[in-house]
Structures are given as structure tokens and as C-alpha cells.
């Protein structure tokens, strides 16, 4: 299975995705909301987790892009919120 992991947190992103892929998935991660975002516009991905506080292009904008666009992958929203 091919996950795309967008995950700005230098510590987070390769955690999930070392555990993501103990699990026997392809991941591609990204630091960004624009490179993750064009990834996950025109590559073929089984699902997608997003963080929505990402640098350059938040989460939910680039969720609304795929959608707008068709393309309805399952997404996983992360999010850490101070308050």
C-alpha cells in the first residue's frame, strides 16, 4: 500500500513513517504543503495523512485542491494544537 505522509515536525514525519512502513507500506513523506500537495495531485496514493498546520500550504487547502480536482483518497488529518 502507498501512503503519502505530509508532516512538517522534523521528529513526527520519519517516526510515522518508519511505523507506516514496519507495516509493509510504500511511504513518501513531505515537509510541505505544496510539494506534498502537487505529490498528491498527480501521483497514485492508497491514502493520505495530512498534518493541517503545514508550512507554505496548510492541510486543509491542499485537501480542498484534491477534492475540487477529484480526487477523493482517503485522508487521515493530524493536527497537535497548542491551546
Known amino acids: 500500500m502507498r501512503i503519502l505522509l505530509i508532516e512538517d ?5 520519519p517516526e510515522i513513517a518508519r511505523a507506516l512502513r514496519a507495516e509493509q507500506c510504500a511511504v513518501d513523506l513531505f515537509n510541505n504543503g505544496i ?3 502537487h505529490a ?3 501521483e497514485a496514493y492508497a491514502a493520505a495523512v495530512i498534518d493541517l498546520g503545514l508550512p507554505d500550504r ?3 487547502s491542499v485537501l480542498r485542491e484534491w477534492r475540487s480536482a477529484g480526487r477523493d483518497l482517503p485522508v487521515l488529518i493530524l493536527t497537535a494544537r497548542e491551546a
Open 40 to 42: 498528491g495531485a498527480t
Open 9 to 13: 515536525d522534523p521528529d513526527l514525519g
Open 35 to 37: 510539494d506534498g500537495g
Open 58 to 60: 496548510d492541510g486543509v
